[in-house]
């Protein structure tokens, strides 16, 4: 075909019988196709493509998924038959039918190459073979329209065996999952679900549809279990807010969250742990058995046991005056001992969210000797998840500067979540009062991602980040000998927890800043004193 026009049969003037796309004689229809194998032109493969309303069954003709033609016929009960059995070459060529959603085609469907294709393709139900031993059915549902509306075959033991399978015994309505095996109210055992198709089984049903209701009525794919309060909404009450292709996404989820849920039993088990210091004397919300499961499915673990509170009193004195800050390294020390003597030196996930300077002592204080999953709390969900599927290799960008032999201080600017202009002050302020300007290690998001606080948006960043600044702190110190660190950090509270574990041994001084009221203000000093990671509280000087 050279042109988009698909009325092929009005650039042939070899009979006025084929300048048609409607064909109700057989004969002119044979003649037609020869014409088309006499032009060179060859097809592989054979669609039919029904409007919603069946009053339009158009036949498409392919060579190599490549749109070469499209015409409709009609012919007498036996001539479809043997019409069908010659276009696809007595069924070695494969044949499929789909439904569009469209409700009746127009004219202009039927006469561009591009508008057909977008029908046939944006067909939201799956496409369906169309075989010798279903031309009977087809001819007399789509062609002749002499389906009498009844059901079709029942479930075989296998179908039903299949869809129990696939539901795992629960309800398939998304968002239910109720267990159909037990009544929750009395305890007693037994069958509590229903078995419902997604295409009824008739015609006439909800959701019946010609040609599929028979094929598809003991097909599992089409069959949903549910509870009674959804079978009945489904199928009697609002039917049609559950159309077919709405009712196949549900069964579709609910088999992939149940696997995935199921996956975890292959999962390392550990122990979780709430820390709730709260932010700006905040409430900080205790995550759900789903927020934790989700938070843990990244990590390929689940949790061991009940999440295990470790304030330590911390969360009593978020309301008083600078006392979380006066207090903050004796509890951090507290909770990192708890949770080391909880978990003897095993892996933990720790929900913790508080002060970015408490986040990062706690993350230093709590070392990298053992595994530390520290858990987001993501703002833009409001909930405790990561959003990143897959880790990103670029989520954050490294800048750092020429340091000079004489140079004994280094500032890391950290922003991820903002551009916090108030670290940029601090900077400023920085340089003054040391009369010289310090080298800056900038580390940013690309530009193409921007800010928030997603931008650590997976644990394995996450990591990467740790090792990186792991690497650079180490280096200033060994081959640099800078003395000390201002580290000024906006990020989320997982990023801060991170960035604490890349405090290690023969490193610099650490003076961790926090938000004050025109800059940032340092409120935590880390080191090491040979042995292990010293953490204390700045005490302002206001003179």
Known sequence: MTTNNLSVVTQIPLDQALNKTIFTDLNSAKQYLDHLKGTGLQWDHVGFLSDASYYNLMTLLFNDDELIDVFRFS??????????????????????????????FEAKNLNDKAEVMSLWSNCLQSSYPVTSESLKDFVSDLILKTNDGGRGKDFTVNTIRKVMDDSHGRCMFRGCGQRLDVDDLTGYEGNYGYLAHITASSTKGPRGTLYLS??????????????????????????SYYPTPVLTKMREEHIYLSNKLLDALNYTPVDIFFIPWGVNSQHVEKPNSVAISKSLSVFEHRASDNIINVNSGASESMDTDNSFEENASRYIEKCVNKIHDRTEGSGAAVFVLGPTFALIGFGAKFGNKSKLMPMLRYRDASSWMWPGVQPREDAFIIEEPKIDSDQS???????????????????????QTAKTEIPVIYIHPPES????????????????????????????????????????????????????QAVDRFQP????????????????????DGNTVTIEYIIMDNS
């Open 449 to 500: 991602y921007g800010y928030g606080n997603g931008a650590i948006a997976h644990p394995i960043e996450g990591e990467r980040l740790a090792n990186e600044l792991k690497k650079i702190f180490t280096n200033l110190k060994e081959i640099h000998g800078i003395e000390k660190v201002h580290l000024l950090v906006c990020a989320s509270n997982a990023a801060c927890v991170y960035i604490g």
């Open 509 to 528: 001084e650490f003076i961790v800043y926090d938000y004050g009221t025109k800059m940032m203000e340092p409120k935590l000093k880390i080191y090491n």
């Open 214 to 239: 028979p094929l598809l009525s003991n097909e599992p794919s089409n069959v949903l279990l549910l509870c009674d309060v959804h079978h009945r909404l489904v199928d009697r009450i609002a039917s």
């Open 409 to 431: 201080e280094v500032i890391v600017s950290v922003k991820l979540t903002a551009l916090a202009p108030k670290i940029d002050k601090t900077i400023e302020y920085l340089n």
């Open 75 to 104: 012919f007498l009960d036996e001539e479809n038959h043997i019409f069908i059995q010659n276009l696809s070459q007595n069924f070695q060529l494969k044949i499929e039918y789909r439904l569009s959603e469209v409700e009746a």
